[in-house]
Nanobody
Framework: QVQLAESGGGLVQSGGSLRLSCAAS????????MGWYRQAPGKQRELVAS????????NYADSVKGRFTVSRDNAKKTLYLQMTSLKPEDTAVYYC????????????WGQGTQVTVSS
């Protein structure tokens, strides 16, 4: 069974950068297309970036395109999200999980990591 643990969040000024990490347990991480999701207060959780199992394809929400970069290291069983040019509207709890668009069911959600961008 795969477990997920996000880290790397924090408080940053507008225009700043952060790098999030998602450490996965279990040997099957490498087979999953993965995504980064975020949930702001009072809003639904949304998918902001995804990457296929072999890193051949990445996709981004329009709101983060050109500013965020998703990557993964299957040997380390870790998913990354490099965030640059951060905006106050990026403030949210960020989670990693499978990308359901490929037909997988969600793994149990981790605790997430809080990203707060001040103006």
């Amino acid at each position: 069974q795969v477990q997920l643990a996000e880290s790397g969040g924090g408080l940053v000024q507008s225009g700043g950068s952060l790098r999030l990490s998602c450490a996965a347990s279990g040997s099957i991480f490498k087979f999953y297309p993965m995504g980064w999701y975020r949930q702001a207060p009072g809003k639904q959780r949304e998918l902001v970036a995804s990457i296929t199992s072999g890193s051949s394809t990445t996709n981004y929400a329009d709101s983060v395109k050109g500013r965020f970069t998703v990557s993964r290291d299957n040997a380390k069983k870790t998913l990354y999200l490099q965030m640059t040019s951060l905006k106050p509207e990026d403030t949210a709890v960020y989670y990693c999980n499978v990308d359901k668009a490929y037909g997988y069911e969600y793994i149990a959600w981790g605790q997430g990591t809080q990203v707060t961008v001040s103006s």
